[in-house]
C-alpha cells in the first residue's frame, strides 16, 4: 500500500441552465471508464486554485472565470491515495469540448445517481446536490413561522428545517401544512426535524438532532441532515452515509450563551476530518458565507441569519 497522497484540483462546473459537466475516464486509466468531475494532480509548485484552472483548460477546454471551494475528499483506494480538492465554478468563457478525446456529457443534478463515478467522487455528489444555504425555520407563532418562511425565500434560501420547537404544540401541524404548501410551490425542500411528531406529513427527508443522531442505527430514508458538536458526531454522521451534517456553534450566540464557540480554524480542523458535507452554524451572517466556504463548509445554516433584518 503506498504512502504518497495524490492531490487532484476538481471542479463541479455548471452552464447556464445548471447543468454539470461529467467526463469519462479513459479505459487504462486507474478507475478507467468511470464518470468523474473534471480536472486533474497538482504540478510541482500550484495551489489547487492554479492547478484547476490549467486543468480545466487542458482537459476541456475551458477557462475559469470565478471558482468557489466546495468540498475536499480524503480516500484510500488501497492502490492509490487521492486529495480531491474540489472546487465550484459557475462562471467560465468557451465552449466544452474532449481535448484529450475523452466522452463528456452535460447533465441535470439530479441525473448524476445515473452514472457510474469513482468512490472518491461519492461525497462530491453530495455536496453538488446541496445549496449554500440550510435555513432552519423556527418561531414562537404561527405568523411569525410564515413571516420568516417567506424571509428566507426572498433571501435565496431553497433548503429548510422545519423544526418548530418554540411553537405550541397545538399549532405545528396546521403551520406544517402550509410551510409544506409554499416549500412544494417554490420547489423548495423541505426536511423535518427528528423530534417533530406530526402525523401524516410528506416531506423530502429528515434532520437528525444529535440525540438522535447518537441513537440513530440505520440511515432514513430521503434526504437527511444531522446536528453535530464534535467530531465523534461528524464520523458517526459520515458513517451512517448522511447527505450532510451541521456543525455548531461557530461563533457565539445569544441563544446559547454558555456554549463555547469552535471558531473558523477548529472548524476546518474538524471538517477536514470527514469526507461529508458540512453547513457551519451559530452567530453568522450572509456575509460570512465566502469565509465559510474558504474554511471548508459546504455553506451557511442558520435560524435568524437569513432574516432580513440580520442579512444587512
Known amino acids: ?42 504540478e510541482e509548485g500550484e495551489t489547487p486554485q492554479q492547478a484547476l484552472v490549467r486543468e480545466l483548460r ?9 471558482a468557489q471551494p466546495l468540498i475536499k475528499v480524503r480516500h484510500d483506494y488501497g492502490d492509490r ?9 459557475n462562471e467560465f468563457d468557451g465552449e466544452a469540448w474532449g481535448c484529450e478525446s475523452q466522452a463528456l456529457q452535460w447533465i441535470a443534478p439530479q441525473q448524476l445517481s445515473d452514472f457510474a463515478f469513482p468512490a ?16 432552519i425555520l423556527e418561531g414562537s407563532s404561527v405568523e411569525q413561522v410564515l413571516t420568516r418562511c417567506q ?27 402550509q410551510v409544506i404548501a409554499i416549500c412544494q410551490h417554490r420547489s423548495v425542500k423541505l426536511i423535518l426535524n427528528s423530534d417533530l411528531q406530526l402525523s401524516d406529513f410528506q416531506c423530502d427527508g429528515v434532520h437528525l438532532s444529535s440525540q438522535a443522531l447518537q441513537a440513530c ?17 461528524l464520523r458517526l ?23 463555547n464557540p469552535l471558531g473558523w480554524q477548529q472548524m476546518q480542523a ?14 453568522l451572517r450572509l456575509d460570512d458565507l465566502d469565509q465559510a466556504l474558504a474554511n471548508g463548509a459546504q455553506g451557511l445554516a442558520g435560524i435568524t441569519t437569513f432574516l432580513m433584518e440580520n442579512s444587512q
Open 1 to 42: 500500500m503506498t504512502t504518497d497522497v495524490l492531490h487532484v484540483a476538481a471542479a463541479v462546473v455548471r452552464d447556464g441552465n445548471g447543468r454539470i459537466l461529467i467526463t469519462q475516464r479513459a479505459k487504462h486509466a486507474h478507475q478507467g471508464g468511470l464518470w468523474e468531475f473534471p480536472g486533474g494532480k497538482l
Open 58 to 66: 487542458e482537459e476541456v477546454g475551458i477557462e475559469v472565470k470565478t
Open 81 to 89: 491515495r487521492v486529495l480531491l480538492d474540489v472546487w465550484s465554478v
Open 120 to 135: 472518491a467522487n461519492l461525497p462530491i455528489i453530495k455536496a453538488a446536490l446541496l445549496p449554500s444555504y440550510y435555513g
Open 151 to 177: 424571509q428566507f425565500l426572498q433571501a435565496g434560501v431553497s433548503l429548510i428545517q422545519l423544526r418548530l420547537k418554540s411553537l405550541p404544540l397545538e399549532s405545528r401541524q396546521a403551520v406544517a401544512e
Open 217 to 233: 442505527q440505520q440511515r432514513p430514508e430521503g434526504l437527511v441532515g444531522a446536528s453535530c458538536h464534535n467530531l465523534d458526531q
Open 237 to 259: 454522521a459520515e458513517k451512517l452515509a448522511l447527505d450532510f451534517a451541521v456543525l455548531a456553534p461557530i461563533q457565539s450566540t445569544t441563544t446559547h450563551p454558555d456554549a
Open 270 to 283: 474538524l471538517i477536514e476530518q470527514v469526507n461529508l458535507p458540512v453547513y457551519a452554524l451559530g452567530g
